[in-house]
């Protein structure tokens, strides 16, 4: 079993930032790539951003690339959304995701193993 907790969430202008971090506990997140998620009240969960278990491919949703990034750091079995020039429709509950399947990091919500709690973005205009 794998644990993630997810931190930094918070409430931002629109054009300011945030660093969302997913920690890890129960196993080593080495073996698993990993997505970020968000949800809107009233919608359904969408992808944002995926990385695969070694780092070396990463995925992103249209409306967030050029502007957010996703890391991780194996050592610290921790994965961060680092988000800039946020925007108002970016706000949602953000949620990481962990999987051996390819295809829950590439967007695919309901192939992801292990999820945690959420973490509230709000952005105001």
């Known amino acids: 079993q794998v644990q993630l907790v997810e931190s930094g969430g918070g409430l931002v202008q629109a054009g300011g930032s945030l660093r969302l971090s997913c920690a890890a506990s129960?196993?080593?997140?080495?073996?698993?790539?990993m997505g970020w998620f968000r949800q809107a009240p009233g919608k359904t969960r969408e992808f944002v951003v995926g990385?695969?278990?070694?780092?070396?491919?990463?995925y992103y949703a249209d409306s967030v690339k050029g502007r957010f990034t996703i890391s991780r750091d194996n050592a610290k079995n921790t994965v961060y959304l680092q988000m800039n020039s946020l925007k108002p429709e970016d706000t949602a509950v953000y949620y990481c995701?962990?999987?051996?399947?390819?295809?829950?990091?590439?967007?695919?919500?309901?192939?992801?193993?292990?999820w945690g709690q959420g973490t509230q973005v709000t952005v105001s205009s």
């Open positions: 990385i695969s278990w070694t780092g070396g491919n990463t």
């Open positions: 995701a962990a999987s051996i399947r390819p295809s829950c990091y590439t967007g695919s919500y309901y192939s992801c193993d292990y």
């Open positions: 129960g196993r080593t997140l080495s073996s698993y790539g």
